[in-house]
């Protein structure tokens, strides 16, 4: 249920915020449904056209965390993961349905769909920490990757999509994987996206 309360701006995310500025207002406008909706369709564009030629398991993380963080950084309202993976996944079938996206496997969709809502889960619990939004935003990639490695390991062992390691030599390098990509991708959109320390007087104006 949309409500004001989980709409409105969450005023240690905008304290925290390089951009500055907070929208105003009771329930979003659309410039920030703009943006929110630019952050996800850009992040599902990104990890079904780029290919980062890493060969690490899990690394599409890396292309999904900055454009989530990004958007909350800019909107500043909780509720904005959830339009952000709203606007991947749609995005993601316009791709497909255009014969698009081929890099996007059951695990990248995963990531798209599951990061938004996290994210919007663990940041609607700081308060006036910048710190606690870079353990946020690494918390929610973290738990996304771990799902996203589920559903791939499940797909893998099923036979749906086999890849080229065996399920022996694959676990371990991919558990190890998937772990540090999220929080090295945690960890730098946090930094590009939030201060280290906090705006008091930003802080002051939103929380009145």
């Not at 079938?93 to 990531?111: D, E, K, N, V, Y």
């Not at 939004?133 to 791939?152: G, H, L, M």
């Not at 930094?191 to 280290?196: D, G, L, Q, T, V």
Request: proline share 4%; charged share 10%; aromatic share 8%.
């Amino acid at each position: 249920m949309i409500t004001a309360y989980n709409l409105r701006i969450n005023p240690g995310v905008s304290a925290a915020s390089r951009f500055g500025r907070a929208t105003t207002g009771v329930y979003p406008g659309v410039l920030d449904l703009l943006v929110l909706s630019a952050a996800g369709a850009s992040a599902a564009v990104m990890r079904g056209l780029l290919d980062l030629h890493l060969g690490l398991p899990g690394h599409s993380i890396l292309l999904v965390v900055l454009p989530y963080t990004l958007g909350l950084a800019a909107v500043q309202r909780n509720g904005s993961g959830i339009a952000m993976s709203a606007a991947a996944s749609i995005t993601f079938f316009s791709m497909r349905g255009l014969g698009l996206g081929g890099q996007i496997g059951p695990g990248a969709l995963t990531s798209l769909m599951a990061l938004g809502p996290l994210l919007d889960f663990f940041v609607s619990r700081v308060k006036k920490s910048c710190l606690a939004i870079y353990s946020a935003a690494i918390t929610a990639a973290v738990v996304t990757n771990a799902v996203a490695f589920t559903t791939r390991a499940i797909t893998k062992l099923s036979g749906a999509r086999p890849g080229h390691h065996l399920w022996q030599s694959w676990l371990p390098r991919a558990l190890a994987s998937y772990t540090v990509c999220a929080i090295v991708a945690g960890l730098v959109s946090a930094a590009i996206a939030f201060r280290y320390h906090q705006r008091q007087e930003n802080n002051k104006r939103v929380g009145s």
